[in-house]
């Protein structure tokens, strides 16, 4: 173990002795995986075989990663996957686990088969990305709270994405009722803090919750001197004619439905159709600033219609030129699509498109073609929910955000694919914004959740 990953050891193995809910927060790629199985190590070699399992739980993308991680790291720990259609139920699961060190299931199968997990009496309950749980009001999180163990762990390089609410749910896993009811937690905290910036409110927060929280940073040259160094910029490009007249011409539409409505509702307008117009109006503009084809999903063609992607085009140029790889992430599987073929016929080389409904094997073999192959691949697109979590991708050394998510957290976590331990070189993040347009207002929100955070 590197020495903060010791320090982070230590610190969980504290925690667990006094029976206290931990968050360990590193930042993505620090290594929080290998910090619990050290843990777990440890616990075994303390307790002996005899010994209740412990629950892992974790998004679906990264139930194998964690598995392979073990098997890498911790050959002596058994390890048993709770998923798919093969998995056991009732009596028979709980006989069956008697004899593993750790249960790994995903937070889909936490919630539905919260029967037989409630019925083992867990040594400890670990969540990863426990930022799943962030909404407390969600059945997933109710579910998880209702686990037994003898301690609690989360693990998350972002305890808070949004809102402070989200640091309640995870505080309130690890240690109920310590941040007080969700309703004192509102009125104590959220609105001081969230709408008046108080700073004592602020302050207070962070003293309280600080024992429990440990969160180191990549940045942070005492954490980790080997790491390069990450440089952000922002790309500001302009929409092309046609993308400001359709983007005005959406806008109108929004603006004449709101008056045809209020209108037809003697003046009042449903809140949640309000809201549905507003999204989908939001959907349309973002997709206009990336191209007009995929605002009018007419397979129409590609070249000298969108700002973005002309410079896309000559930012890759130079990455190319000087041997780099590169990732371009967005939202939209169509852009996707789109920006796979047009910029394969454009530099004549594969370029490969990851999105969600990849399978396994071939989201793999697509890794190992831009990871470990000096002649594949020079270029991955990924779309940015796929791309978040479970993927090393030192590799590229360039790292595009095409079209930007509400979430800061989602986009950091896309860009550690590729800033994470086992990077040599320097990573770019280059930040797609048009000006003019709501993407200027999206990236001013993003800013200030990141102040919040």
Same mark, same amino acid.
């Given at each position: 173990?590197?020495?903060? !990953?010791?320090?982070?050891? &230590?610190?969980? &193995?504290f925690m667990r002795k006094y @029976?206290?809910? #931990?968050?360990?927060?590193?930042?993505?790629?620090?290594?929080?995986?290998?910090e619990v199985i050290a843990l777990l190590l440890r616990e075994k070699k303390l307790r002996g075989k005899n010994s209740q399992p412990n629950l892992l739980i974790c998004p679906t993308s990264v139930v194998g990663n964690w598995k392979?991680?073990? !098997?890498?790291?911790a050959p002596s720990l058994k390890v048993i996957i709770h998923h798919g259609s093969d998995r056991l139920f009732g009596d028979e699961f709980v006989n069956s686990i008697t004899e593993y060190d750790l249960v790994i299931t995903s937070y889909g199968l936490a919630r539905r088969d919260i029967k037989e997990l409630t019925s083992v009496n867990w040594k400890g309950v670990i969540l990863d990305e426990a930022q799943n749980i962030k909404n407390p009001s969600s059945k997933t999180a109710q579910s998880i709270r209702k686990l037994g163990a003898e301690y609690r762990f989360a693990l998350t390089g972002t305890p808070i994405e949004n809102r402070l609410m989200e640091l309640w749910s995870i505080m309130e896993f690890l240690n109920p009722g310590y941040l007080w009811s969700r309703k004192k937690f509102q009125e104590n905290f959220v609105l001081p803090i969230e709408r008046y910036g108080n +700073?004592?409110?602020?302050? +207070?927060?962070? &003293?309280?919750? &600080?024992?429990?929280?440990l969160r180191r940073l990549k940045t942070d040259p005492k954490i980790i001197s080997d790491l390069p160094e990450k440089i952000e910029m922002k790309v500001y490009c302009n929409l092309t004619r046609e993308q400001v007249t359709l983007y005005e011409a959406v806008v109108k539409d929004m603006l004449q439905q709101f008056e045809e409505d209020e209108d037809d509702n003697d003046g009042g307008i449903d809140s949640m159709k309000r809201r549905g117009m507003v999204?989908? @109006?939001?959907?349309?503009?973002?997709?206009?600033?990336n191209h007009p084809a995929l605002f009018l999903h007419d397979n129409s063609k590609v070249e000298g219609r969108s700002g973005k992607l002309q410079r896309l085009v000559e930012m890759l140029e130079e #990455?190319?030129?000087e041997g780099d790889k590169s990732l371009v992430f967005t939202q939209f599987t169509e852009m996707g699509e789109m920006l796979k073929e047009y910029l394969s016929n454009r530099f004549r080389c594969d370029v490969l498109f990851l999105h969600g409904g990849v399978p396994q094997k071939k989201r793999d073999q697509m890794v190992s073609l831009f990871q470990e192959d000096d002649n594949g691949t020079p270029i991955l697109i990924i779309s940015v929910r796929a791309?978040? /979590?479970?993927?090393?991708?030192?590799? @590229?050394?360039?790292?595009?955000?095409?079209?930007?998510w509400w979430n800061p957290a989602v986009e950091d976590q896309a860009t550690d694919r590729a800033f994470r331990i086992g990077q040599s070189r320097n990573v770019q993040v280059h930040?797609?914004?048009?000006?003019? /347009?709501? +993407?200027?207002?999206i990236d001013e929100l993003i800013e200030s959740k990141k102040e919040l955070s």
């Open positions: 173990l590197r020495p903060y !990953q010791l320090l982070g050891l &230590s610190w969980l &193995s @029976a206290l809910g #931990a968050c360990l927060a590193d930042d993505m790629g620090l290594g929080k995986t290998i392979k991680e073990a !098997q890498r790291f +700073e004592i409110a602020t302050k +207070e927060l962070k &003293s309280i919750i &600080s024992p429990f929280i999204l989908s @109006a939001l959907m349309k503009l973002k997709q206009l600033c #990455a190319l030129a791309g978040g /979590t479970g993927l090393n991708l030192t590799r @590229a050394n360039h790292v595009f955000h095409f079209d930007r930040k797609f914004v048009c000006t003019g /347009t709501l +993407e200027e207002k």
